[in-house]
């Protein structure tokens, strides 16, 4: 009696997975919209990852001496123990210099279909060859704004790094090993590159959705697959969608009603500064929705901490329709679950300005 | 005959070898003045490590959140990758904010006999708490100055932060964790006590004069082992030596000659701050040596880079010599000989701040 009750339960629960796997509707349709973060570190085209220029694009992902005054360097903005971005405060303007748009997070960046909330960058490379190197108080100043690539400040800049970096032995050796077809690998792309080739490996996968999306019915809650539904029906994933649910289209903000100068400063055209097509006005990349949950404040402005305001805001100014309390909380729950792994990374022991040798 | 003379070169090996161990006269004397950095992590009273302390004090050491703004962590200005110091920016004054004292590195700060320029705080616990929680902007402006433990502004932040711990649950987790006797163990002591037993790992073994000392002749050059001769008798060693080849006394700058306002700003009293005695005018707690390498720029005002300078400003302002090139190269040659094993840090993953649950 006993056995059998059991083994129809362990037939039932076959039924019950094998059915999931195959036919749950839910899963369908969202397999059509998303894809999971893959497991694997994506290779960049023209530029191939070998062991030394994965090292030496980690010393200068954390190297403050690629800024102008040797004070910021891409982690002090981008902390990929905090999301892959720089915590509450680099949005919150609490003073001059932190003005500016909120900062993207490097996590899972290389998925975009482009770089900054504009999309001036084409891929990381051009992100950190575009952002990097401006003196701070302009990088600051304009993080993520207008471009600032080719101010003869920035040109300035950049000769100086690259000087900088020539007068640092370990520096030298460096770049020899990561590009070693090269007679003066010191130069300024090759800087790009190298940080582009580690900032690929910061990936986060294993997330509930992605176990959920590749059949793991347990990896979501009630709550959380109600509010994937919500996500759908109502349109959200019209934009929010791919691999990085979000981050491969753009969009004006406020498309259905504006959400007022706090969250939308009228000062920042967005697109238009790069297109300067008048059709891009307050069009801005629709950012990655992976590991919201680490990554507030939220929008360009990063006006807005909590993930419930922010959800309610997108409805009412991209979609046009006021969300339930119980269809926010259900969102917020689906939206927790785009938390994946987060990358290990170990702090670079960088190397000493030159010193006299022994 | 060959046979006969490889013996007796072995011979002489083992001879030479044998007698260097037992009786090198400037080893015997260095044995007297200086101890190698042990290789085991040091117990600090009061404060036993844990792991679970341990892994808490790793992440608060990165938590930006514990400045009023959250916007500067420990690491901030001790890069634990860049020798526990902030880099050159910290002390070159750029912007009015960062003025005040160079920073001290963090590497072997556990095994100072006090803490800050000043000495102000007698271990690392109590340089936390009385560095650590300032609004930034304040902190920055008497960075290693004026005591701000106890201003109100300071008693406030301390409260804001504890609240702030407070609204993140796996921060009161964690802290459960690492004071598990505790019924309310987010409190302002316990932030410094799980830092310092983070910090107290920050130990560099197994430098090249520490090899020297332990009996590996050839660790050192000829010019290490002539600068080091030179640093003996010219008197250096009076105040670096020990452990930390200083750390231990306080002494005032310019007791022989002043090194003039640029290195001696004549608004910073020093350790007349704490003492208010007249006597410890311009006096400062004589830095350690180790990883000299890695700590430029020097001295309290932090306005020279160039070892060799620095050299020669100490033989001049505190033993009132001026020592010859030929002397200064081989004192910087033996300098570069403290540059011990830099520590390998994980970047600790940090929790959000709350986000409803799923």
């Known amino acids: ?72 360097s891409c982690a002090a903005c981008h902390n990929i123990g905090m999301g892959g971005v720089g915590g509450p405060a680099t949005s919150k303007g609490h003073s001059g210099e932190l003005a500016g748009r909120n900062v993207l997070t490097v996590l899972n960046a290389v998925f975009n279909k482009s770089q900054f909330w504009d999309g001036r960058a084409a891929d990381l490379k051009e992100q950190v060859v575009l952002g990097v190197m401006a003196n701070p108080a302009a990088m600051l100043k304009t993080r993520g704004g207008p471009i600032i690539g080719d101010s003869a400040a ?25 590009f070693p077809a090269e007679s003066d690998p010191i130069v300024y792309d090759n800087i790009g590159k190298a940080i582009a080739v580690f900032e690929a490996t910061l990936i986060t996968p294993g997330a509930p959705f992605d176990l959920w999306l590749n059949g793991d019915d347990n990896a979501l809650s009630q709550d959380q697959k109600a509010g994937l539904k919500i996500f759908i029906d109502k349109g959200c994933s019209n934009c929010h969608n791919g691999v990085n649910i979000g981050g491969g289209a753009f969009a004006r903000f406020g498309v259905a009603q504006s959400p007022g100068p706090e969250l939308l400063p009228s000062d920042d055209w967005g697109r238009f500064a790069v297109t300067k097509n008048v059709a891009d006005k307050y069009v801005f990349k629709v950012p990655s929705l992976r590991n919201v949950e680490l990554t507030a404040p939220y929008f360009h402005a990063g006006q807005t901490m909590d993930p419930r305001k922010a959800v309610a805001i997108m409805g009412a100014s991209q979609l046009g329709q006021k969300l339930s309390d119980g269809e926010i909380d259900k969102i917020v729950a689906f939206l927790k679950s785009l938390t994946g792994r987060q990358p290990e990374v170990m702090l670079p022991i960088l190397p000493p300005n030159a010193f006299p040798a022994p």
């Open 1 to 72: 009696m006993n056995m059998r009750i059991s083994t129809i339960a362990s037939l039932l629960l076959l039924l019950a997975t094998g059915s999931s796997l195959s036919a749950d509707p839910l899963r369908e349709q969202a397999q059509g919209l998303f894809e999971p973060i893959p497991s694997a570190v994506p290779a960049l085209p023209g530029d191939p990852a070998t062991p030394e220029k994965l090292a030496l694009g980690r010393m200068l992902y954390f190297e403050s001496r690629l800024s102008e005054n040797s004070d910021i």
């Open 154 to 178: 920035n040109n300035l800049t950049k000769q100086h790094i690259v000087e900088r970096l020539k007068s640092i032995p370990s520096y030298v050796e460096a770049f020899k090993k990561a």
